[in-house]
């Protein structure tokens, strides 16, 4: 069974950085993408940024310069770098891995909380 273990998320005031960390129970080339999300009370869940097999990256535009997403084939981890930290930034991040064949396949972590207060 695929598990994806969030770490990292935590209180940073507004410009802040945190780095979460998404760690994988099977190696990561087994998933075509990995990616974060996240869901802020009363919200829908929506894209913050993907990367691919071959480290190419795509990003909401609302983090674009400031969250950078990168993998650990190694550690089978993918990290969230996220820099200059807003208010609005604040809400449960999840870790997802899709495999597109036989058929796609979702698989996602527990989500860890980000809140960004002063």
């Known amino acids: 069974q695929v598990r994806l273990v969030e770490s990292g998320g935590g209180l940073v005031q507004p410009g802040g950085s945190l780095t979460l960390s998404c760690a994988a129970s099977?190696?990561?080339?087994?998933?075509?993408?990995m990616g974060w999300h996240r869901q802020a009370p009363g919200k829908q869940r929506e894209l913050v940024a993907t990367?691919?097999?071959?480290?190419?990256?795509n990003y909401a535009d609302s983090v674009k310069g400031r969250f950078t997403i990168s993998r650990d084939n190694a550690k089978n981890t993918v990290h969230l770098q996220m820099n200059s930290l807003k208010p609005e930034d604040t809400a449960v991040y999840f870790c997802?891995?899709?495999?597109?064949?036989?058929?796609?396949?979702?698989?996602w972590g527990q989500g860890t909380q980000v809140t960004v207060s002063s």
């Open positions: 997802n891995g899709v495999r597109q064949f036989p058929r796609r396949s979702d698989y």
């Open positions: 099977e190696v990561l080339f087994s998933f075509n993408t």
């Open positions: 990367i691919t097999n071959d480290d190419k990256t």
